[in-house]
């Protein structure tokens, strides 16, 4: 059975869950909680965000959005960085 994952749009200051700076994830596992940041190489790598977002220890706000508007906004960061397959 796969994973199930959160996924959070990282809204800084002017920023909206549309239009955010980063995207990042939470893997439920088997073995307990993963949490990962989407690079500029379009790469998941582990990342404290979401943590620290939960211990009010991060200057943005995380906002839950679903796993289509994930992929969209994964699709969009691949534009404005120029990431080729």
């Known amino acids: 059975m796969p994973d199930?994952?959160?996924y959070y749009a990282i809204v800084g200051a002017g920023r909206t869950a549309q239009a955010p700076?980063?995207?990042a994830r939470r893997v439920h596992a088997v073995t307990g909680p993963v949490d990962e940041?989407?690079?500029?190489d379009l790469t998941w790598q582990?990342?404290?965000a979401i943590v620290e977002w939960e211990y009010g220890e991060v200057g943005a706000?995380?906002?839950e959005?679903?796993?289509a508007a994930a992929e969209r906004l994964i699709a969009g960061f691949r534009?404005?960085?120029d990431v080729r397959d």
């Open 4 to 6: 199930e994952v959160s």
């Open 21 to 23: 700076s980063g995207l």
């Open 37 to 40: 940041a989407l690079r500029r």
């Open 46 to 48: 582990p990342d404290a």
């Open 61 to 63: 706000d995380l906002v």
């Open 65 to 67: 959005i679903s796993q």
């Open 79 to 81: 534009v404005l960085w």
